[in-house]
């Protein structure tokens, strides 16, 4: 009889001490992301062994053919990590998600972890290609609006498309729109992977200023959304003056630039880079600079005069300074707006290595 006792004794010390064995997961659900129809994809479950008693994997049931796990058979002693890798076959189109249950040393009871993917058509560019630009799980083709040839008193429309990879429905809405633009949502909401689009007017009538006027909208995630640097759009607008006037006269300007594409070389250590573009004026008239801006923050230009008369020519110093880089998200670039009727704007791209 106290034999007896003594082997169940036993025999519950060790199912006790099995069950205190823990396996913590980095992570319970992994994104495995987007993919192309029939082009696997894998998820990785990491995991680490919490108890001081040997772990591990006896099985993992995925519950699909379509799922194949991977792990090592070798036992884990206390604070080693492992890892339980689950490769889908993608043969399905659109959103995937299942629950797979891990069964360990620990209790007969298994651990269950999730597995979430999208597959797009095959034929068609990725969903990330498509939409390179993310807030948070609403991607987007753009994150930067220009609008660069309108003329006073015209409107001019803009499309974002938006794609819908988060797992509710969505509702699209800007904030902090200027006067001079306004917004359509289509659809006005936006199901689990699907897309839309966002129909940007401009009304230049609204506009104050000639030349480059520049603002920030954001993209909302939800209802009561805060602003902020990670739902930034960026917005450029180019308002042309009315020169068709300037037909009548026979002495008119010619504006000309030495380049449009500025090559200021390798930035590496420096903290700035310097280069010059000439600009003459090949007419008979008066040519006048009206404007001259920069699309980013880290280009300024530095010229001796804004007017120049016919057959005269002028350096025009341009500098990028590297403290500034990033702050905006448009390119660096220059804008001139003249009052040659015939070249009213021109715009010189500045690019440099890194």
Known sequence: MKKYVIICAWGLAVSLNMQAQKIAFERNTVNAGNTLWKKP????????NKDKNPLWIRDVDAGCGCLTPEWKRDALMKGEEGEIRVTYDAQLLGH???????YTNASEKPV?????????NGEKKAIEE??????DDILLT?????????NMGDSAKAEIDIYNNSDNVYTPQLMHLPAYLTAEYKP?????????KIELTLHSKELKDLGLNQ???????????KVGPNNEIAV???LLPDLHFAEEFTRKPNFHLSTTDLQLGKMGSKTKLKGVVKISNKGKGVLKLSKIQSFNQAVTVALKKTELQPGEELAMNVTVDARFLGLSKTQPRLLIITNDPNHPKEVVNVSFEK
């Open 41 to 48: 994809v894998t998820a990785v479950f990491k995991f680490t």
């Open 96 to 102: 995937f998600d299942r629950y797979i249950n891990v």
């Open 112 to 120: 269950r972890v999730r597995m979430k993917a999208l597959v797009s």
């Open 130 to 135: 498509l939409y390179p630009y993310s807030v």
């Open 142 to 150: 753009s994150n930067n609006v220009e609008f660069l040839d309108v």
């Open 188 to 196: 006005e909401m936006i199901a689990r992977g699907r897309r839309g």
């Open 215 to 225: 603002t920030s909208i954001y993209l909302a995630r939800f209802s009561g959304d």
């Open 236 to 238: 450029s607008a180019v």
